[in-house]
């Protein structure tokens, strides 16, 4: 936060003096580069969330010390927020679940859910995991529908997109990370996954091979993490800067087309919500499909 | 903006998992399986209908085959039939014919037995008038012996009917 304030107003020394934006609401007459700030205030992470009644402030714990980390667990906006994900996630999934036992046909939500988890086992575990990858398709599904529903609440007015904080995504690529190591081992046994990490050169090689692959392992899901972080990320930022423009001209005139321009973006978002959660999950279930094939494939296959 | 909050890292991952384990137990599992199991009663009803539709085929095929051979069947029993009764009807008509002819026949022997016989008895009869009445013309005269033989020459000579 000091870093991104610091910048904008850093920025407003290079503009002229006419563009200069004087706080608009506050009394204070500050610099333009406190609207930036508050802006982005609104896709940082924070212990008070806005609500239609106000601001409220979340509780505020004493950061826990566990075997010598200290880890401050407060409630934070973005907990609030991926919690209200799953929330939502969990009551659809468990609706369709108890309903979908009983119902030989589907219907309503039900249908909506099916269709993604047809599609996910025909399009995306099959191809890239083959027919045992069926039993990593809860893991999977759970990843794309809470990845698409934390996206998709930061559209929504008073929103926030728990994507967009990247301790969040560290959080999920971290599990597909775990996920990923843990079926090439199961499908391949631990020898065999062992094996694999000396990318099957002489041996005189491994000292080299050996940390290249080890650094393979994280890149992937580092990659990941900061994809789907930037993309989400990114999105708001621009809306909110076309949004900023307004405050920035401190006219009414240029609102028309900060609004469609934003309008624009918000769609674009919207689209970009699903093929994130999508690209996520694919590229997951793709890594565990190279780790569980990686023994049947020839040895010094590079990925 | 790129700091990293471990807390939002571990909530995140306690979060996950919880929601994961809950939703494979409950919602994932139950739906995939019934998904399959729809997809197995589904290719299973095609299966049944495809079976029955060929089943249904061949019995239509037999019965087209059966119906044909009914047919024919019937035909042949039409003309076999037609055949014999021509054959009763020519043969009843003959016997018939026969019979008539020998009634007619047996008629025709009837009548000239006793056409023969009504002559013969009509002869004798002339033949005696005749001796009576010459016999009395010419009273005690002549020999009756000599008389019958010249009247049955005379007679003879007569046409016969």
């Not at chain 1, 609401?25 to 580069?33: A, E, F, I, L, S």
């Not at chain 2, 009763?88 to 020998?102: G, P």
Request: aromatic residues 8%.
């Amino acid at each position: 936060m000091p870093f991104d304030a610091a910048r904008i107003a850093g920025l407003q020394e290079y503009l002229p003096d006419s563009v200069r934006v004087t706080s608009h609401t506050g009394g204070g007459g500050d610099v333009g580069g406190d609207i930036f700030g508050k802006l982005l205030q609104h896709v940082r992470d924070s212990h008070e969330i806005d609500t239609p009644w106000g601001e409220l402030s979340l509780p505020h714990y004493p950061p826990v010390s566990i075997g010598g980390v200290t880890i401050d667990l407060s409630i934070t906006k973005h907990v609030l927020f991926v919690w209200i994900a799953a929330l939502i996630l969990f009551t659809i999934a468990m609706m369709v679940g108890r309903k979908n036992r009983r119902a030989m046909v589907p219907s309503g939500v039900g249908n909506l859910i099916e269709s993604i988890v047809v599609f996910m086992r025909d399009e995306v575990v099959v191809p890239n995991m083959g027919k045992g990858g069926v039993r990593y398709m809860p893991y999977l599904l759970t990843t794309f529908l809470f990845i698409l529903f934390m996206n998709l609440l930061g559209l929504l007015p008073y929103g926030a997109s728990a994507t967009g904080n990247i301790s969040v995504t560290a959080g999920l690529a971290i599990v597909s990370f775990i996920m990923i190591q843990l079926s090439a081992i199961r499908e391949q046994g631990f020898g065999r996954y062992l094996a694999h990490l000396t990318g099957g050169v002489h041996w005189a090689l491994w000292p080299i091979m050996i940390p290249i692959e080890v650094l393979g392992l994280f890149t992937k899901n580092f990659a990941l993490c900061m994809r789907l972080f930037a993309n989400m990320i990114g999105g708001h930022i621009v809306i909110l800067s076309f949004i900023g423009l307004i405050f920035l001209f401190k006219t009414y005139l240029i609102a028309p087309a900060s609004i469609g321009f934003a309008l624009g973006v918000s769609m674009l978002e919207l689209f970009v919500a699903f093929l994130q959660a999508y690209i996520f999950t694919r590229l997951t279930s793709l890594f565990m499909g190279l780790g569980m094939q990686a023994g049947h494939a020839e040895a010094g296959e590079s990925h | 903006m790129l700091e990293v909050n471990p807390g939002l890292i571990v909530w995140t991952i306690i979060t996950f998992v919880l929601l994961l384990l809950v939703l494979r137990k409950f919602a994932w599992g139950p739906l995939i399986e019934s998904l399959e199991r729809r997809e197995e009663h589904i290719r299973n009803s095609i299966e049944r209908a495809e079976q029955a539709r060929s089943e249904a085929e061949k019995m239509m095929e037999e019965n087209r085959r059966r119906l044909a051979s009914a047919e024919q069947e019937g035909q042949r029993i039409l003309t076999e039939s037609r055949a014999l009764a021509e054959k009763l009807k020519d043969e009843i008509v003959e016997k018939a014919n026969q019979q008539s002819r020998s009634m007619i026949e047996h008629a025709h022997h009837e009548i000239e037995r006793a056409k023969e016989a009504a002559l013969a008895a009509l002869r004798g009869e002339v033949a005696t008038l005749a001796i009576r009445v010459a016999e009395k013309i010419l009273d005690e005269t002549l020999d009756e012996k000599r008389h019958r033989k010249l009247i049955d020459s005379s007679l003879d000579t007569l046409p016969v009917n």
